[in-house]
């Protein structure tokens, strides 16, 4: 059955440890709720109130310009593998782009990628488990290695010019802050 926590303790950082893929859920005010699937190695728990992840380039910038707004975050994982469980993070999180020294402060936490956008850092109010019983068996085949190559290939001149294209504005129209100050 479900439980309502405080922090995490060692089990959820555990199970957070092995998940291969995580959710993350953020609205503005006003305008579309967005929910990312997140993968590769770019989650971290620094403390059982505060986790960090690498928020690499995509075709849209939609988490960036919602915690611009408002600063509510939900994380989901959930179990596709071994026994049910589903966690939710809750809290409010802040986003560093490269020049700012928090990005620096986490970005070596990460493996480095060409396509490394933001750092989103979260502070926990409220960690919720449930069972996960209807939640799929799925096996884990490997990581999909298209986003990075496709970064690498471009080059960092390159990604940024992207950015400049195509992450500065949600899709409704918010700022990302993803070029400038």
Known sequence: MGKK???????????????????????????????????????????????????LTGSGNETAAHLIKNDRMTILFCAFEGSPQILRLYGNAKIYHKRDEQFNEYVNLFPTYTGTRQIIEMDIDLVQTSCGFAVPFMDFKGERTMLNSWADKQGTSKIEKYWEEKNTKSIDGFETKIIGN
């Open 5 to 55: 926590l405080d922090k995490l303790t060692p089990e959820l950082i555990d199970f957070i440890k092995n998940q291969h893929i995580f959710f993350v859920g953020t609205a503005a005010e006003q305008g579309n709720v967005n929910i990312s699937p997140k993968g590769v190695d770019s989650f971290r728990v620094l403390n059982d109130n505060k986790i960090v992840w690498l928020n």
